[in-house]
């Protein structure tokens, strides 16, 4: 068994990575769309878009432009797989903790 203060460490080397993760994943999107917007003021070309949003088990796809098609099914097949992984990986969990 642990004493408090090894807990502790252990504990803060999990969030101070988890921080660091959700840090990287914020400065990913903030790259991303800074991107985006100077690719559409350099290129003066028509954009696409499209998304899922999922509110429970209820989808809500959107999308507009010429393109759009193709980003809806992309991202339906990328719902669906992270749904799926989400969902064997949390049966999995449930088993190995029994």
Do not use: H
């Not at 759009?68 to 969902?87: C, E, K, P, Y």
Request: glycine share 14%; net charge negative.
């Amino acid at each position: 068994m642990l004493s408090d203060e090894e807990a502790e460490d252990e504990g803060i080397g999990v969030s101070s990575r988890l921080l660091g993760f959700i840090l990287l994943g914020i400065t990913l999107v903030f790259v991303g769309v800074a991107v985006l917007v100077f690719a559409s003021l350099v290129l003066g070309g028509q954009g696409s878009v499209g998304g899922v949003i999922l509110i429970g088990p209820i989808p809500i796809v959107f999308g507009a432009g010429p393109d759009a098609g193709w980003l809806i099914a992309i991202s339906v097949i990328l719902t669906v797989v992270s749904v799926s992984l989400f969902l064997v990986l949390n049966r999995r969990n449930r088993k190995f903790r029994e």
